[in-house]
């Protein structure tokens, strides 16, 4: 029979522009949540964290964005760069469970 | 600091074999998870541990796959007998558990190819 693989969405963006990737979860109970990237060969890393009592946070080149009402997650990258260009995954705490991930590709 | 550190990085090993990966968490931490990692699949959770004992297993996907923890700095995945469709990056992560906040770091993985 016909097997289907893992279609994960796919990001191409221009070398220094800003990215976004979105993510949306499904339990309104989770209040921790973690963006990780997995380069190439390599396993997931942490990111950045935010908490359910925050709606932003910032780190280097990073923001994560949350939004409980209609319970989505977003990553800013500033100024994207090569090395940018990984596998990103959101995960809540009350299940750990990754999501499908988004492939971050980048244009010269 | 070491990380967490996985044995083997690669194991090639033919149908029916007993393939056993190995684990070791960063010191001090109390969580510790078993990843498997495909293209048809993505990433899955297979079992974790806090404290050493095993939590949560329903993602272990069949009985000829096993998980032990004998301590809190060594934990072993073994799959007896091995299949083809077991070929996958197999990923262990440790976190510290601390109310509901766990980042997880993740080791280097073990590439296994079954024949």
């Known amino acids: 029979g016909e097997s289907v693989g893992l279609h994960l969405p796919t990001l191409s963006v221009q070398e220094g522009d800003n990215s976004i990737i979105n993510c949306a979860y499904s339990?309104?109970?989770?209040?921790?949540f973690i963006w990780y990237k997995q380069e190439s060969g390599k396993g997931p890393q942490f990111i950045i964290d935010i908490r359910s009592n925050m709606d932003k946070r910032q780190g280097q080149r990073v923001t994560v964005l949350l939004n409980k009402t209609v319970k989505h997650l977003s990553l800013q990258i500033a100024a994207t760069q090569p090395g940018d260009s990984a596998v990103y995954f959101c995960?809540?705490?009350?299940?750990?469970?990754f999501g499908s991930g988004t492939r971050l590709s980048i244009r010269p | 600091d070491a990380g967490v550190i996985q044995s083997p990085r690669h194991e090639v090993t033919e149908m029916g074999q007993e393939v056993t990966l190995r684990c070791k968490p960063i010191?001090?931490?109390?969580?510790l998870f078993w990843y498997r990692q495909t293209m048809m699949r993505g990433l899955e959770l297979l079992i974790y541990?806090?404290?050493?004992?095993?939590?949560?297993d329903s993602g272990m996907p069949e009985d000829r796959f096993s998980a032990k923890m004998p301590n809190a700095s060594f934990s072993t995945l073994k799959i007896q007998p091995s299949e083809p469709r077991d070929s996958a990056v197999y990923f262990c992560a440790s976190s510290i558990l601390q109310g509901m906040y766990n980042e997880q770091f993740f080791g280097p993985g073990t590439r296994l190819t079954v024949l």
């Open positions: 995960a809540e705490n009350s299940k750990i469970i």
């Open positions: 541990f806090n404290n050493n004992v095993p939590i949560d």
């Open positions: 339990n309104s109970a989770s209040d921790y």
């Open positions: 010191s001090g931490h109390n969580s």
